[in-house]
């Protein structure tokens, strides 16, 4: 059932609590008018850098108290915080779109919730389903993975990890960063449907798809810059959870093709000579 109580006049305290409010990521017309009573009306606003969160509250033409709150505060930093949401009203922003999408507030929010605080969110824009409303690949399931870490290694290691799965994956990534991310993907995830969604909301926002190495080539060519969803089409139906490729890899990098071929025969029941062979084959490739 929709809630239609009159909105509450500005001058009209907030309860107490902590409130996660959703800001644009982009185009400032997508805060939400609930999102702007609840700015206007708190009695600090936590952001992860004052000067980004200060020109929003600018351009809506709010003045608020702000504070600084990101991965790198401190234990006494956050219970200060969970003091003033004792006293009164906080609102938890980060720079754009969705709080804790990516973004700092989990471990707030928990101490919150521990200490018997009031948590209300407030929805709002949040890249990652930006992306996927453009991409056109299916939807109807999707897993977050947040950022592919920097590392090769590491890179292809989630790339392995997350492949198998039946559903769009859905990652951030940065503009400098992309092509080396494409190549895992060509690597580790061959043939796959891939889509780069960027400057979501913005005047020239793109959603690019197609193979890896057809990507590769544009931003090879077309370097982007700022940040982006990457999108990967899901597994094929002929790849299931524990495919013995997959599991080879995983067991190469710790042990040899003889013994990296008994764990995966053990684990699969499938020969052990012929995993034996495959295993040799991916260790030299």
Known sequence: MIETRPKSPVSEPLEQGLYIVATPIGNLGDITLRAVDILQRC?????????????????????????????????????????????????LVSDAGTPLISDPGARLVRDA???????????????????????????????????????????????????VTKATLIFYETGPRLVKSLNAIAGELAGRQIAVARELTKLHEECRSGIAEELIEHYTEHPPKGEIVLLIGPAPEDVAVGDPDILLREALEEMSPSKAAAQVAKATGQDRKALYARAVELKTA
Do not use: W
């Open 43 to 91: 009695d600090l606003v936590a952001c992860e850098d004052t000067r980004v969160t200060g020109k929003l509250l600018s351009h809506l033409g709010i003045s608020a108290k702000m504070r600084r709150y990101d991965d790198h505060s401190s234990d006494g930093q956050r219970a200060e915080l969970i003091e003033a949401v004792r006293a009164g009203a906080v609102a």
């Open 113 to 163: 919730r521990e200490a018997g605080v009031v948590v209300t969110t407030l929805p709002g824009a949040c890249a990652a389903i930006a992306g996927l409303t453009l991409a056109g690949l299916p939807n109807d399931r999707f897993l977050f993975g947040g950022f592919l870490p920097v590392k090769e290694k590491a890179r292809g290691e989630v790339l392995r990890e997350l492949g």
